[in-house]
């Protein structure tokens, strides 16, 4: 054994256990290689939480943009709708107010429609007549009874 010696100042000790402190640093640097110290976690948080709310404000405007986008598409459909309508109604000799009322999903459904439209429009209305404007054989006309009811309320 090595003969003990008695240390007596500060600069003796730290040379005493110098080499000692120094494995110590080593094997707690290689037990916790790859850890991160608190704070190092928690810059690396707030740089994710950064991004994270970052892409959630893209994905936000670019839902925003779909919606619009989708709008618009939505509201060409419809016009281009409406006008195959104007085209179909006018084409069976419709007039244009007439167009709004046709009904279907497809142009082969919208000219049908508006060919029994049409047809509908074209059929001769029946009127039925107020009277018999010709008397019965033997029978006196409405006019000529008529006459007669006055000629005998005026005489009575």
């Avoid at 405007?61 to 085209?87: F, H, V």
């Avoid at 009811?149 to 005489?155: A, F, I, K, S, Y």
């Amino acid at each position: 054994m090595s003969e003990f010696k008695i240390i007596e100042t500060q600069e003796q000790f730290d040379a005493a256990i110098s080499e000692r402190l120094r494995r110590d640093r080593e094997s707690y640097a290689k037990r916790f290689e790859g850890w991160l110290s608190p704070d190092d976690v928690k810059k690396v948080t707030d740089d994710y939480d950064t991004r994270i709310k970052a892409l959630e404000d893209a994905a936000a405007a670019t839902q925003q943009t779909i919606a619009e986008k989708d709008a618009e598409i939505a509201e060409g459909a419809k016009y281009r709708a409406d006008l195959e309508k104007t085209r179909c109604a006018i084409a069976a000799g419709l007039d244009i107010k007439y167009a709004e009322r046709l009904r279907g999903e497809t142009k082969e459904e919208w000219e049908q429609d508006a060919k029994d439209l049409a047809k509908d429009f074209a059929r001769p209305r029946f009127v039925a007549p107020l009277g018999n404007p010709e008397p019965e054989p033997g029978k006196a006309s409405t006019r000529e009874q008529f006459a007669a009811w006055m000629q005998e309320t005026l005489n009575e």
